[in-house]
């Protein structure tokens, strides 16, 4: 195995750059280190001007996404000698404005989450703050797989939908709601549903799966996107020939 390995970032620095460009780097090739400590080498040794975001090293924080050989990854928990022996292009993650470098914006997602209320609705109209609302063990299996996300953006990144339609609710979004919809302590899936089976919401998914692909915690967002499409569906269909006190 080589000493070394060559970085190609990714470089655009607004207040000077009309365009973006690319700039080479050889760093250690070390058996432990991941794309974010050859990233933080660069920083510290060689180009303290590079711009990206990283703070738990422990792909918990999901702060670290970028795009790494044409992959949307997390930065720190992605080797280097898995790319030997190179060269690693490292990219800002698509589908987002970027700020400065590898540093993009999130701020449409932010925008977008509090309208699929992704908290506990009560059904209470006046909950007792002392109660303990109990479940079982097989009742928050239903939901725990969705609860794993990080809002790393992975997903986006992956979503062809989201880059043609940037009215798209979104992978992450709609599988932080189901997290919600099948607590069992819920009451909100009602508040929800007007947002999630819009023509923005579950039905604009293809269900092309790249996101659950890219997803570093097996969220499955592409899984909870089907089924709510199944859940919506069955509502409809309900609605429609019901009458509403046997729905």
């Known amino acids: ?5 060559t970085i190609e970032v990714w470089r655009y620095r607004p207040e000077q750059d009309s365009e973006p460009a690319w700039d080479s780097y050889e760093v250690p090739l070390r058996k432990e280190w991941a794309v974010l400590d050859g990233l933080n080498h660069i920083k510290d040794q060689l180009d303290g001007t590079l711009s990206y975001r990283w703070s738990c090293r422990m792909g918990i924080c999901g702060s670290c996404g970028m795009t790494v050989n044409g992959e949307p990854k997390l930065s720190c928990s992605t080797f280097l000698t898995d790319y030997a022996p190179g060269p690693v292009r490292v990219e800002p993650m698509r589908n987002f404005p970027v700020i400065r470098d590898l540093v993009v914006e999130m701020g449409d997602f932010m925008a977008k989450l509090p309208t699929v209320k992704p908290w506990l609705v009560s059904g209470d109209d006046e909950p ?18 969705y609860s794993m996300c990080i809002n790393c953006m992975l997903c986006y990144s992956a979503c062809p939908v ?3 339609d940037p009215e798209f609710i979104g992978p992450a979004a709609i599988a932080l709601a189901q997290r919600y919809n099948l607590d069992s302590r819920d009451a909100g899936a009602e508040d929800r549903r007007d947002v999630l089976a819009s023509a ?7 269900f092309v799966g790249e996101c659950s692909v890219a997803c570093p915690k097996d969220v ?21 020939l019901l009458p509403r006190g046997a729905r």
């Open 1 to 5: 195995m080589p000493e070394t390995i």
């Open 220 to 240: 499955d967002p592409a899984g909870a996107i089907q089924r709510y499409k199944l859940t919506a569906a069955t509502k409809a269909v309900k609605d429609l």
């Open 200 to 206: 923005e919401g579950v039905w604009a998914c293809t």
């Open 128 to 145: 007792d703050e002392d109660a303990e609302y109990l479940q079982t063990p097989v009742e928050m299996d239903d939901y725990k797989r």
């Open 162 to 164: 989201y880059a043609l």
